[in-house]
């Protein structure tokens, strides 16, 4: 593999280019990225893909990883069709009637409709899911989230943003794009949220410094198209994070595939990828929308304004977020931050069915700064103490309780 220069290290200095060049590319990714609305965040953390077999290996051009760097940044891909899988393995309980009791208090947060794409978030946190998507242009783009006999779907046509649960036969409607702007636009609460493979690796390109390892890892085949392998690898010790594996169109740039494996091993945390992928121009009819017959409309403008926070029931968290502070850097960076009230109290063993599935959850730790509960997951943790400080990030538990202890001095 020595054409690819697998072992080639990629510093601070020899990325700052790159990394401009990578903003560039996301701002070029919008025009064709589907709605993130639809598939909402979670961080990064909500995948695309169960890992797809490579069927041989192409002989391509040798490149190097900087090169390989700039191909991702100057991609211009505006069109494209495909079929992705959503798998996701945070290592979480099945947390049974929680998750539905979460999923049905977000529906609320959007009037109350099944059809509203906050929603489908907790479904897409978790398992294997097939997805259809088509784009063209930053103004039309649609993705369909299917389940059996059921679809649901979100349209983005020009000012208008459509979805469909076919299920309960409800229709959600906003137009975001046209609040105080001239020209149409994807809905702002989908911007800079990675939702596809292409902004999962702006996203961690964007992350590399003299604290990361990035070589080339030879080439590969996904979904049916020639591809080089991108690998991003932490050099630091503590942080939860393996290695990234980008899958890179060798022909448009096109990051097809994005796999990201735990430190500690076993299956992918996050992976994206494309089973089919086409560059074609999809059809104008593709982003059609009207109503069905008989379905409920909700209109998003009008949904009821949100509830001012509970200041007795530990609303001054969003307060609290204001005076976000990190420690560290790279890969081990811990976000800090103060929720202005009581933490999760550490030993409890209250009767409540909540204070009962987090206390099974965490893992009650002590040091400097008192005692307090860690939360975690296969890649973040989090650190809660009992006066209500948050340690947070993708690393160690051991790394937050450091964290802590040195904060308390």
């Known amino acids: 593999m020595a054409p690819y220069e697998s072992e080639r290290t990629t510093g601070a200095q020899g990325l700052s280019d790159e990394a401009d060049d990578v903003r560039d590319g996301r701002r070029k990714a919008a025009r064709y990225v589907v709605p993130v609305a639809v598939v909402g965040l979670a961080v990064a953390t909500i995948g695309l893909v169960p890992a797809l077999a490579d069927s041989g290996d192409p002989d391509l051009p040798k490149i190097t990883a900087q090169q390989l760097i700039e191909k991702i940044a100057k991609s211009d891909t505006q069109q494209l069709s495909g079929t992705v899988?959503?798998?996701?393995?945070?290592?979480?309980?099945?947390?049974?009637?929680?998750?539905?009791?979460l999923g049905s208090g977000a529906a609320g947060q959007g009037g109350g409709s099944s059809a509203d794409p906050s929603s489908k978030l907790m479904e897409l946190a978790s398992g294997t899911h097939t997805l259809r998507v088509a784009a063209d242009g930053q103004d039309r783009a649609k993705v369909s989230l299917l389940d059996k006999a059921a679809e649901y779907?979100?349209?983005?046509?020009?000012?208008?943003?459509?979805?469909?649960?076919?299920?309960?036969?409800?229709?959600?409607?906003?137009?975001?794009?046209?609040?105080?702007?001239?020209?149409?636009?994807?809905?702002?609460?989908?911007?800079?949220?990675?939702?596809?493979?292409?902004?999962?690796?702006?996203?961690?390109?964007?992350?590399?410094?003299d604290t990361?390892?990035?070589?080339?890892?030879?080439?590969?085949?996904?979904?049916?198209?020639?591809?080089?392998?991108?690998?991003?690898k932490p050099k630091q010790s503590g942080s939860t994070v393996g290695a990234i594996s980008v899958a890179v169109d060798a022909k448009t740039g096109t990051p097809l595939k994005f796999t990201l494996t735990p430190a500690s091993g076993g299956s992918a945390v996050v992976d994206a990828g494309f089973t089919k992928v086409d560059f074609a121009k999809p059809a104008a009819s593709t982003f059609d929308f009207t109503p069905p017959k008989g379905a409920k409309v909700t209109e998003g403008d009008s949904a009821a304004k949100a509830p001012e926070p509970d200041r007795k029931s530990g609303g001054d968290f969003a307060q609290g977020l204001d005076g976000l502070k990190t420690i560290g850097e790279g890969w081990?960076?811990?976000?800090?931050?103060?929720?202005?009230?009581?933490?999760?109290?550490?030993?409890?063993?209250?009767?409540?069915?909540?204070?009962g599935f987090l206390n099974s959850l965490g893992d009650h730790v002590s040091g400097k700064f008192g005692s307090g509960t860690v939360f975690s997951t296969r890649l973040v943790n989090a650190l809660i103490t009992d006066d209500g400080k948050v340690y947070a990030g993708a690393v160690t538990k051991d790394a937050l309780v450091k964290a802590a202890n040195a904060a308390a001095k």
């Open 212 to 232: 990361t390892s990035v070589t080339v890892d030879g080439t590969a085949q996904v979904a049916g198209r020639d591809a080089y392998k991108l690998l991003i």
């Open 332 to 355: 081990n960076t811990i976000a800090r931050f103060d929720t202005g009230g009581e933490g999760v109290p550490s030993g409890s063993s209250g009767n409540s069915d909540v204070s």
């Open 153 to 209: 779907s979100v349209i983005h046509n020009g000012s208008d943003v459509w979805a469909y649960d076919s299920k309960s036969n409800e229709v959600y409607h906003s137009t975001p794009a046209s609040e105080g702007s001239k020209k149409s636009e994807r809905p702002e609460k989908s911007k800079d949220v990675p939702a596809t493979p292409k902004e999962l690796a702006d996203q961690a390109l964007k992350a590399a410094d």
């Open 85 to 101: 899988k959503i798998s996701t393995d945070l290592g979480l309980p099945n947390l049974g009637g929680l998750e539905s009791s």
